[in-house]
């Protein structure tokens, strides 16, 4: 598998499982919320790579990537609230947090390197 579609599994593998996590939060006004929000946020982030990775120019691309960051960076920020609010607690919400964290830097890195050979 190459890196490309490596990621393009791996920001949809991120979707899912926010999902399931979020499904498992408790049935409040709280936890509704934050389920409404991590599933926006984390669908987004697969759902705009993929578009990235259809995109016509260097700025369209470099425009859906940045969306990417800020919802995998979103998304990080619901998953640590869920634990500072003692809503979830499990590996799999711990693992959800580092790929957010990983899947932000891999990004990040991909849009310097773009910005780094645009003005080179």
């Known amino acids: 598998m190459n890196k490309e579609n490596d990621l393009k599994q791996r920001t949809k593998s991120f979707c899912i499982d926010c999902i399931r996590l979020a499904e498992?939060?408790?049935n409040t006004y709280l936890g509704k919320h934050i389920q409404g929000q991590l599933i926006r946020s984390s669908s987004s982030v697969?759902?705009?790579y993929r578009a990235a990775k259809l995109a016509q120019s260097t700025a369209a691309f470099v425009s859906k990537i940045s969306i990417v960051i800020e919802e995998a960076d979103e998304s990080l920020f619901w998953l640590e609230l869920i634990d500072n609010l003692k809503l979830f607690n499990s590996e799999q919400r711990d693992i959800l947090e580092k790929e957010a964290?990983?899947?932000v830097a891999i990004f990040?890195?991909?849009r310097k390197k773009l910005h780094q050979?645009?003005?080179n």
């Open 101 to 103: 964290s990983e899947l």
């Open 117 to 119: 050979r645009k003005f």
């Open 46 to 48: 697969a759902a705009n």
């Open 108 to 110: 990040v890195s991909s």
């Open 24 to 26: 498992s939060l408790p």
